[in-house]
């Protein structure tokens, strides 16, 4: 597949609501449940918690076209993402904590806004117009999300909305020159909107005043099944991806677009997500699972495009995921450890809740042959990633 990696795919404008639309089967709105059905709930905040330096913590909450959507001002954290199964009754479906000290506590980045740069960097460094950067080394030699206090970990200004395209809170946040080793002061928005028909839109911008380089995402923790009942492995999974990107030990990409064919990442046809976890094959090996992004089939679009289809078989909910990135981040959930206990009062082990993090590539800032990830001033970062949910 040709990647098309001379275009500044990092530019791709978001598109409009009509390709969201092409999403086949997307939720209605619907009653019973908790008694809002598809009703439009204007979002309400409320105090959450207060960190250890004084600064609050807000919670909002909003509704609409059926699905519930919970948002905390930590790390614009999706702490409920509330959608109907095939009967009607509503479950959580992202992995989340009730506590402002319990998402302090843990690191695994539940629901987050990641930035600067999404996945790893190999050896915390990159080198841009001649000069050397140096990231923070938070997993192992290699830089992750952003380093240890990456958007992840900071508190976000959140306004409301209402548009004819629906509800929803616009996220802001500046990253200082310099912040977590780089250059210039990136100013950063992300709109969440819950639309008409219950679509989770992610609308993601940025600016900056030197040249820098970003990937951002969202690591939201899915379990349509509902948080806390158990693992994922019977999820059945579509991608339209025939290329993934192989990894070293340390997880960072070898520069190699490998076939998925007859390997245990090929989901070209639906299979459980667990179907094959549990193969020897070494790159399995490598993640303790799936842990690896794929090279999408439509490449970086300048509107969203729909690229997997997840169902849940016993709830009958079903997930689609449309983007305008030119790639996405597969990962099983196996680093969950049983520390982290959710809403449910039950613990997130190994495979309890699996990440589709829309993305440009790992490591792209040093692996000249993949999209690009620069932005210089004068240029605006625009992506937009699109959840629709339907039952079957």
């Known amino acids: 597949m040709d990647t098309d990696t001379s275009r500044r795919t990092v530019l791709a404008a978001a598109g409009g609501l009509a390709a969201a639309g092409a999403l086949s089967g997307t939720a209605r709105a619907q009653s019973g449940g908790h008694g809002t059905g598809g009703a439009m709930r204007r979002p309400v905040k409320e105090h959450f918690g207060t960190l ?11 509704a609409h076209g059926g699905t519930r959507l919970g ?6 954290a999706v702490q409920t993402l509330e959608v109907p199964d095939r009967r009607g009754r509503r479950a959580n479906i992202s992995l989340s904590f009730d ?9 695994d980045h539940f629901g987050a806004l990641i930035g600067r740069y999404g996945n790893r960097i190999a050896d915390g460094r990159f080198t841009l117009d001649g000069t050397t950067h ?8 290699h830089s992750l999300h952003g380093g240890p206090n990456g958007f992840d970990r900071r508190v976000w200004d959140i306004e409301p909305f209402e548009k004819r395209s629906g509800v929803g809170l616009t996220l802001r946040y500046t990253s200082a020159d310099g912040e977590a080793g780089y250059p210039g002061e990136l100013a950063v928005r992300v709109d969440y909107t819950l639309t008409p028909r219950g679509h989770f839109r992610i609308d993601y911008e940025a600016t900056t005043t030197k040249p820098t380089v970003v990937n951002l995402t969202n690591h939201t923790y899915f379990n349509l099944a509902g948080e806390g009942s158990g693992d994922v492995y019977d999820h059945e999974l579509r ?15 070898t520069g190699e677009l490998a076939r998925v064919a007859g390997s245990p990442f090929d989901f070209r046809r639906a299979k459980p997500l667990g ?34 289809t997840v169902r849940e078989p016993s709830s009958g909910r079903v997930m689609r995921i449309a983007t305008t990135e030119p790639g996405v981040q597969l990962y099983s959930g196996n680093f969950l450890d049983g520390t982290g206990v959710g809403p449910s009062g039950r613990t997130y082990r190994q495979g309890d809740g699996f990440c589709l993090e829309t993305q440009h590539f790992p490591d792209s800032p040093n692996q000249p042959d993949f999209p690009s990830t620069v932005l210089r001033p004068g240029e605006t970062y625009r992506t937009t990633t699109v959840h629709a949910f339907s039952t079957r």
């Open 99 to 107: 506590t402002l000290d319990a998402y302090v506590a843990h690191g």
């Open 134 to 141: 140096q990231l923070p080394q938070n997993d192992g030699e």
């Open 71 to 76: 948002v905390l001002s930590f790390g614009g």
């Open 52 to 62: 250890e330096d004084g600064t609050a913590v807000e919670r909002w909450t909003l």
């Open 239 to 253: 991608l339209a991806a025939g290329r993934y990107t192989p990894v070293d030990e340390t997880l960072i990409p």
């Open 275 to 308: 179907k094959d976890l549990r193969e020897a094959h070494q790159q399995i090996l490598y993640g303790r699972g799936i842990d690896h992004n794929y090279v999408l089939d439509k490449g970086a679009t300048r509107s969203p495009q729909p690229f997997v």
